[in-house]
């Protein structure tokens, strides 16, 4: 069984971390599911595949607090596969995301910590297997302190210790040192503006692979909260600076914005033009509102140590009825590679949600995503779609049987990536709400 000490040191540190002190206060939430996994490529190969049934099981649970002196949000999964004649060894999965804030003085220090566990590819240009997997962990953690200076002029200044771990590629592997000041001014009860100051110290363990660097920010924002409406903006300058002497330098924009059309529903629109990283975008995705995760996925995070310049455009649209739920969210990204143009990519995809209540006891779900990438610099597209469907029926208080399927399908213009995937999932669970 693969089992890493990263897996079970991220996930005991940050349970035994949530329960300490104020477990008796928490929420949480928590549901087990047991069954049989029928996969119609489990070694995902393009021809030839490998028919097989095998046991699986999982753990997801969510824990919440909110009191004046902590807020917490926290939730992840635990998964165990069964392979049958050694095709692969039986393997343990996990995700963990959350953060927590501890208030140590009213209005004046707190300390912030966040963590994210996730599941991500060992070479992001192979089609994901069990034998193309590996957990990568983001860790931070640091001192916050405010100053009030008048009624409408405040301060911050925060201080942050990064470390990032990745079970297989060891370049990825660094500690981080990052600290930023921040001076906002409160234009009226709906809009404020402020000045921010960031810099980020990077070191890797691996000085042969990767390049130390510190990084610069300056930019100013402006907020303006309505009843149904809400926009944020940024613009300034970012500089990356190698311990070698080499240096570049890029304006920052990042603008989002959230609609509320209707009491049931959102329109939301987010772009950019930023440095960042896989680490940076690790602690950036953690989520505020913590919910039960179904399933275990592997992200298609590029995990190396090079920063790169990103451009983005996200829209999403949200309904949330009574008895019907769904949305629909359109991307494109372009990303350029600092120190290596390998990966080097234009993405455009969009993905596709729905949830209905049939009745008390029965809900079906579904999805779709579709995705095309393409790799500038090594002449290849890829084209990936994933299509599902689950019916959860609940014929018992907390106990539900589940049946779901899923499509999955890659054509690449790289000879022996394209390759296709069917999964059908039976299982019953236990939730404890």
């Given amino acids: 069984m693969r089992v890493t000490r990263l897996r079970v040191s991220a996930i005991a540190a940050s349970v035994l971390a949530t329960f300490s002190g104020h477990a008796f206060a928490a929420r949480v939430d928590y549901t087990v599911d047991l069954g049989m996994e029928h996969n119609s490529n489990v070694t995902m190969v393009p021809a030839d595949p490998i028919e097989q049934r095998y046991l699986r099981t999982g753990v997801g649970f969510s824990i919440t607090e909110n009191i004046s002196a902590l807020q917490l949000s926290l939730d992840g ?9 050694d095709v692969f060894a039986d393997t343990v999965d996990g995700t963990l995301s959350g953060r927590m804030n501890w208030v140590a003085i009213p209005q004046r220090l707190f300390f912030v910590v966040e963590d994210n566990l996730t599941v991500q590819p060992v070479d992001s240009l192979v089609p994901d297997g069990p034998g193309n997997r590996q957990q990568v962990n983001v860790f931070s953690a640091g001192p916050t302190v405010l100053f009030n200076w008048t009624s409408s002029l405040h301060g911050q200044a925060e201080l942050r210790y990064v470390h990032s771990d990745a079970e297989v590629t060891d370049e990825f592997n660094s500690q981080r040192l990052a600290a930023a000041v921040r001076t906002i001014k409160e234009l009226s009860p709906t809009s404020r503006v402020s ?15 990767a390049r130390d660097y510190n990084r610069y920010d300056i930019y100013g924002r402006y907020v303006r909260t309505l009843a149904n409406f809400e926009l944020g903006a940024d613009l300034g300058y970012s500089r990356i600076d190698y311990r070698q002497g080499e240096s570049r330098s890029e304006p920052l924009l990042r603008a989002d914005a959230e609609w509320n059309l209707s009491p049931h529903s959102q329109l939301i629109a987010a772009v950019s033009s930023q440095f960042s990283d896989t680490a940076t975008d690790a602690l950036t995705g953690i989520q505020s509102e913590a919910t039960v995760p179904e399933n275990v996925l592997t992200g298609d995070a590029v995990v190396n140590a090079s920063p790169y310049e990103v451009r983005s455009i996200d829209l999403g649209y949200r309904y949330t009825g009574t008895r019907l739920t769904f949305s629909v969210t359109p991307y494109a990204q372009k990303r350029d590679y600092v120190d290596s143009d390998t ?4 993405t455009r995809g969009a993905r596709f949600d729905l949830q209905w209540l049939i009745r008390r006891s029965l809900t079906l779900g579904s999805y779709a995503t579709w995705e095309r990438l393409d790799y500038t610099q090594l002449n290849r597209e890829d084209e990936t779609s994933r299509v599902g469907a689950s019916l959860e029926y609940q014929w ?19 000879v022996g990536q394209s390759v296709s995937q069917n999964l059908i999932y039976l299982s019953i669970a236990y939730s404890n709400r």
């Fill in 343 to 346: 990966f080097d990519q234009k």
């Fill in 396 to 414: 018992a208080p907390r106990w539900s049987a589940r049946l779901h399927a899923e499509r999955y399908k890659r054509d690449s213009t790289d």
């Fill in 77 to 85: 999964r635990a998964e165990y596969r069964d392979y049958e004649d």
């Fill in 195 to 209: 000045l921010n100051l960031q810099a980020q110290r990077v070191d890797f363990d691996d000085d042969i692979v």
